[in-house]
């Protein structure tokens, strides 16, 4: 009933930028928040940033003044906006999203993945 699809992943340098995309579609009445959240190779996947409804949004320490988060005005879509990245930002990036269907069933959703690998 709800995808996500994101986008912008690939390789970077050590202090580059990456601005990845997600786009929530379906049989949606709502998106009451999305995120973004990353595993590492070995690693426990983590919250990277999220936000909500009202725009208010939360970050990870280690990305703290490096990385922004933001939606459209529909709210349907989410960005993370990657900037002075470093070798330790590489994983797998998670789009998750809380959504409320038509049906007003409240869900939560999770993209594919998308690789941020950042060179030294």
């Known amino acids: 009933q709800v995808q996500l699809v994101e986008s912008g992943g690939g390789l970077v340098q050590s202090g580059g930028s990456l601005r990845l995309s997600c786009v929530a579609s379906?049989?949606?009445?709502?998106?009451?928040?999305m995120g973004w959240y990353r595993q590492a190779q070995g690693k426990e996947r983590e919250l990277v940033a999220n936000v909500i409804s009202s725009g208010s949004a939360n970050y990870a320490d280690s990305v703290k003044g490096r990385f922004t988060i933001s939606r459209d005005n529909a709210g349907n879509t989410v960005y993370l906006q990657m900037n002075s990245l470093k070798p330790e930002d590489t994983a797998v990036y998670y789009c998750?999203?809380?959504?409320?269907?038509?049906?007003?069933?409240?869900?939560?959703?999770w993209g594919q993945g998308t690789q941020v690998t950042v060179s030294s």
């Open positions: 998750n999203a809380e959504i409320a269907t038509m049906s007003l069933t409240i869900l939560r959703s």
């Open positions: 379906g049989s949606i009445f709502s998106v009451n928040a």
